[in-house]
Each structure stands twice: as structure tokens, then as C-alpha cells.
């Protein structure tokens, strides 16, 4: 057990940092339920969460919350 928290935490430095924030928030999380389960889910699947990762953020903002609908998501599903 001891050597893969070793070779975790190599892998991690070398991943870049916004990376290392998520994982570290993850595992923060996951500790707080009894079970976990994490699915994949791929890209043709889940084409709204496709569409949105490829649009692109507005200038000096880390993150966007969407009070409704996002127009690619409209376009994408025909929605209006």
C-alpha cells in the first residue's frame, strides 16, 4: 500500500497543479461517504458536457455557472 501512495503522489507532481487541485478535492470528498462509485461516461454519451468543455471561458474567469440553458447546449439538442 505504501508504495502506491509513493507512486501516486510522484504521478500527481507531475501533472499540473489545477489537476492536483481536483484530485486532492475528490479524494476531500470522498471521504465524507460511506461508498463511492465512480462511472465514465464518454463523449458520445454525454454530449452536452462534450459541447460545453470545448467552449471556451471568458477572459480572467476560472469557472462558469449557467442559470439556464447554454445556447451550444440548445444547438446541439435541437432545443431552440
Known amino acids: 500500500m505504501e508504495r502506491v501512495n509513493t507512486t501516486t503522489s510522484r504521478q500527481l507532481s507531475s501533472l499540473n497543479f489545477g489537476m492536483h487541485n481536483w484530485i486532492r478535492d475528490i ?3 470522498q471521504s465524507k461517504f ?3 462509485r465512480f462511472l465514465w461516461t464518454g463523449r ?4 452536452a458536457a462534450d459541447q460545453l468543455s470545448k467552449s471556451p471561458l471568458p477572459p480572467n474567469t476560472d469557472f462558469v455557472f449557467h442559470f439556464i ?3 451550444q447546449i440548445k444547438e446541439e ?3 431552440g
Do not use: D, F, M
Open 44 to 47: 458520445a454519451q454525454n454530449k
Open 69 to 71: 440553458t447554454p445556447r
Open 77 to 79: 439538442n435541437n432545443l
Open 34 to 36: 460511506e461508498s463511492v
Open 27 to 29: 479524494t476531500h470528498w
